[in-house]
C-alpha cells in the first residue's frame, strides 16, 4: 500500500514526475505538520510520518535526513506562506504612523493565524527537550528581516529629524515587541483573545505610544 501511489506515478519503472515528485514532497510535508501540531514533535516519529502519508522510508529520506530536517521544511512553508503576497503599496504614500501601522498589522495578523499559533505552542511546550526546534525558527530569519525593515524606516526618519533613535535595530525589535507580545500571550490561552477591533485599536495606539517615546526629547 505504502508504495502504491509511487509506483502508479512511476512510467516502465522510472522515477516520478517532477509534478509527482513535488506532490510527494509536499504531501509529507502536510502530514508532517498534522502530527507535529496534534501530536507534539517527541510523539511524532518517521514511522508514523511515512505510514500516514502512504509512502516508503526510502522516499522519505530521499527527500529529507532526519526528523529535524522535515520539521525544518515544516517551519519554512508555514513562515513562507505567512509574508505578504506583495510589499509594494506598503512604503507608497503616508507618515512613518502610516506606515508603520499598516506594517504592524500585518505582522500581529500573520502571528496570530492558527498555523503560526501552532508552532509557537509546540515550540513552548518541547523546545527544552528539543532545543533544534527553536533553533528552526531561528534559521528562517523572518523576525530578523522585520526587524532591518523596521530599522531601516526608523533610520531613514532619525536623518530626516522626525524622531531621535541611537539604535534603530534595538528600537525596532522593541517595536515589535510591543506590537505582538500581549496579543500573542492572550490568543495562545493566557487571557481572552482579542477581539478584530480590539487588534485595530491595540495596533494604532502601540504605533503612536513607540512613535510618541522617538521623537524629540
Known amino acids: 500500500m505504502k508504495e502504491k501511489a509511487e509506483h502508479t506515478a512511476r512510467r516502465a519503472g522510472g522515477r516520478p514526475s517532477r509534478q509527482r515528485a513535488e506532490q510527494i514532497g509536499a504531501q509529507i510535508l502536510d502530514v508532517a505538520a498534522e502530527m507535529f501540531f496534534s501530536q507534539g514533535y517527541g510523539s511524532t516519529s518517521i514511522?508514523?510520518?511515512?505510514?500516514?502519508?502512504?509512502?516508503?522510508?526510502r522516499t522519505f529520506y530521499a527527500r529529507f535526513k532526519d526528523k529535524a530536517d522535515v520539521f525544518r521544511a515544516v517551519v519554512h512553508r508555514v513562515i513562507e506562506r505567512l509574508r505578504p503576497a506583495s510589499?509594494?503599496?506598503?512604503?507608497?504614500?503616508?507618515?512613518?504612523?502610516?506606515?508603520?501601522?499598516?506594517?504592524?498589522?500585518?505582522i500581529l495578523r500573520a502571528s496570530?493565524?492558527?498555523?503560526?499559533?501552532?508552532?509557537?505552542?509546540?515550540?513552548?511546550?518541547?523546545?527544552?527537550?528539543?532545543?533544534?526546534?527553536?533553533?528552526?525558527?531561528?534559521?528562517?530569519?523572518?523576525?530578523a528581516e522585520a526587524v532591518k525593515l523596521i530599522a531601516g524606516i526608523l533610520q531613514d526618519e532619525t536623518k530626516a529629524c522626525r524622531l531621535e533613535i541611537d539604535k534603530p535595530e534595538f528600537a525596532a525589535?522593541?517595536?515589535l515587541q510591543m506590537i505582538t507580545s500581549i496579543p500573542l500571550r492572550r490568543a495562545l490561552g493566557l487571557g481572552e483573545a482579542m477581539t478584530e477591533r480590539e487588534l485595530e485599536v491595540w495596533t494604532k495606539d502601540?504605533?503612536?505610544?513607540?512613535?510618541?517615546?522617538?521623537?524629540?526629547?
Open 87 to 106: 510589499m509594494e503599496g506598503l512604503f507608497e504614500g503616508g507618515t512613518c504612523e502610516v506606515i508603520l501601522h499598516r506594517l504592524a498589522a500585518i
Open 206 to 217: 502601540t504605533v503612536a505610544l513607540f512613535l510618541n517615546g522617538c521623537r524629540g526629547r
Open 47 to 57: 514511522e508514523a510520518i511515512v505510514g500516514r502519508a502512504h509512502i516508503s522510508k
Open 173 to 175: 525589535e522593541q517595536f
Open 112 to 143: 496570530l493565524t492558527p498555523q503560526a499559533l501552532y508552532l509557537h505552542r509546540l515550540i513552548l511546550a518541547e523546545s527544552g527537550r528539543f532545543p533544534e526546534l527553536a533553533l528552526a525558527m531561528n534559521a528562517q530569519g523572518a523576525r
